[in-house]
């Protein structure tokens, strides 16, 4: 069966401090992987998603980065952290069908930053 | 692309068929609808997608009427731990180059 894993699941960190969250999916190959930020009560929006290792498509123009360095392995990152990035984190992953298929989320990490 | 407007919130009781609204007046042609269901700190989870008319599973329904300008999300006989948030995804897929908006999302409470 397939998992989803994300870490850590919850972060606090400093203005201007620089960010990593790693998101990695079993028992599956090539998935399509995706990047979400849902603030405190709010949708979810999508940040970057990708269909290939080192594929990488960005949503919203922002201080973040996301790499795919394996085919499992997505990962999200910035520079220096602000204060609007504050916010709870997903990841997701699921399988080109052709038509948009059931996406599968990770636990999420909760990101607060001071 | 398609931009959906949901109910902020709804509420219902224990047993009661609930149904969801979703408004997508701009759909285009390769547009699929899509629902997930979202507990509190969770990710959310997949629960029905459809192209038109009516489709079913065992844990809801979706009705799409003819123009597609609309979705009705149906949860028969609810109980409290259908208490959530809702969304209505409607996007496509063109050339794995995914086209999906997430609606606002509609929180559901239900009440014994």
């Known amino acids: 069966s397939q998992t989803i894993h994300q870490w850590p699941a919850t972060l606090v960190q400093p203005v201007g401090s620089p960010l990593s969250l790693e998101c990695t999916v079993e028992?599956?190959?090539?998935?399509?992987l995706y990047w979400y930020r849902q603030a405190a009560g709010r949708g979810l929006q999508l940040l970057f998603y990708s269909v290939g290792i080192g594929q990488i498509s960005s949503e919203v123009p922002q201080n973040l980065s996301a790499s795919r360095p394996q085919d499992r392995q997505f990962i999200l990152s910035s520079k220096k952290l602000l204060l609007s990035d504050s916010g709870f984190y997903l990841c997701?992953?699921?399988?080109?069908?052709?038509?948009?298929?059931?996406?599968?989320f990770g636990p999420g990490t909760r990101l607060t930053v001071l | 692309l398609a931009k959906t407007t949901q109910p902020i919130s709804m509420d219902s009781y224990e047993g009661q068929e609930v149904n969801i609204t979703c408004s997508h007046n701009n759909i285009a042609t390769n547009d699929y609808i899509t629902w997930y269901q979202q507990f509190p700190s969770q990710g959310p989870r997949f629960i029905i997608q459809g192209y038109k008319t009516k489709v079913t599973n065992e844990v809801a329904s979706l009705f799409i009427p003819a123009d597609r300008k609309s979705s009705t999300l149906s949860l028969p006989r609810v109980s409290l731990s259908d208490t959530a948030v809702y969304y209505c995804?409607?996007?496509?897929?063109?050339?794995?180059?995914?086209?999906?908006?997430w609606g606002a999302g509609t929180k559901l409470i239900i009440k014994p």
């Open positions: 995804l409607v996007g496509d897929s063109v050339d794995s180059n995914y086209q999906l908006i």
């Open positions: 997701a992953w699921s399988v080109w069908q052709g038509i948009p298929s059931e996406q599968f």
């Open positions: 028992g599956t190959s090539n998935p399509n």
